[in-house]
């Protein structure tokens, strides 16, 4: 399964679907991006971390860390008890400041600045990928069902400075 989801075939094909919304944020990228990670040539790794939400759990809205270049959750439920705890994307009421992007709100804040716009399912079998953006703001809301848990699979590519260029990843 790690051969899988670590290989360049799966890289290529969600890059691909998502190239369009990547190129532009990195065109767009502050001056924060910018000294941070550079203006091309990255370097791309790949992170996976199995996740358990425990109960009484939340993340308000958030955009992840600019390293982040494409998020994958693939939902781990038994059943479809949970299905209504999946991520919930959200759109700022107003407008959020820079130094904002990649804070994470409170449970609080999230409710007074942002607008849901969807919880995704948490169901068997299901997968949400998205593409790190300053404007991609997801979230947690709390998990607090019957005493259960939230078990994941996460997958992440990061970008960083570097010399490889996202054209000629091997």
């Known amino acids: 399964m790690l051969n899988i989801l670590m290989s360049k075939e799966l890289f290529e094909l969600v890059f691909s679907t998502f190239r369009e919304t990547i190129d532009n944020r990195i ?45 994958f959750l693939f939902y781990l439920p038994s059943n479809n008890d949970l299905s209504s ?14 130094e904002e992007m990649t804070k994470h709100f409170t449970h609080e804040q999230t409710q007074q600045r942002f607008k849901k716009i969807k919880a ?25 069902i019957s005493q259960k848990e939230r078990d994941l699979l996460q997958l992440n590519y990061y970008i960083s400075k570097g010399k490889q260029n996202l054209n000629e990843i091997k």
């Open 120 to 144: 995704c399912p948490f169901v068997p079998n299901s997968l949400l990928i998205f593409p790190r953006t300053p404007v991609s703001f997801h979230g947690v809301e709390e998990v607090n």
């Open 85 to 98: 705890i999946g991520t919930a994307l959200y759109q700022p009421i107003d407008k959020i400041k820079e």
């Open 27 to 71: 065109k767009k990228f502050s001056q924060h991006e910018i000294k941070e990670l550079g203006k091309s040539n990255f370097n791309i790794s790949i992170k996976t971390l199995l996740v358990k939400d425990l109960t009484k759990y939340n993340l308000g809205a958030h955009t992840d860390h600019i390293g982040k270049l494409i998020t």
